[in-house]
């Protein structure tokens, strides 16, 4: 059993920056693909970014693509999702997921744990 709890959501002006972490809870966080998702009220839960178990590739959105940046430090269990540059359709709630698996997903139903969702409003 994994447990992930994401942090470093708030309120942010259009163009701002936010850094987002999940912090995992096993003892073999580096054998977990990590992912990031979000859901704005009335819509699916969208793929945003995922990382490998390595760190050495990463996929993002087109939607965020050249503005968010996923990483990982398998030394710390945490995961962070870097989102520059945001814009008002980027409020909503982000959540971080975990697959035991060595590629990348990008459907939400590949995850096996996510953590309880954090808050991002882009707003002026």
């Known amino acids: 059993q994994v447990q992930l709890v994401e942090s470093g959501g708030g309120l942010v002006q259009p163009g701002g920056s936010l850094r987002l972490s999940c912090l995992a809870s096993t003892r073999t966080f580096s054998s977990y693909a990590m992912g990031w998702f979000r859901q704005a009220p009335g819509k699916e839960r969208e793929f945003v970014a995922a990382?490998?178990?390595?760190?050495?590739?990463?996929e993002t959105a087109d939607s965020v693509k050249g503005r968010f940046t996923v990483s990982r430090d398998n030394d710390k269990n945490m995961a962070y999702l870097q989102m520059n540059s945001l814009r008002p359709e980027d409020t909503a709630v982000y959540y971080c997921?975990?697959?035991?698996?060595?590629?990348?997903?990008?459907?939400?139903?590949?995850?096996?744990?996510w953590g309880q969702g954090t808050q991002v409003t882009v707003s002026s």
């Open positions: 997921a975990a697959v035991a698996r060595l590629r990348i997903e990008r459907r939400p139903d590949e995850y096996d744990y």
């Open positions: 990382i490998s178990w390595s760190g050495s590739r990463a």
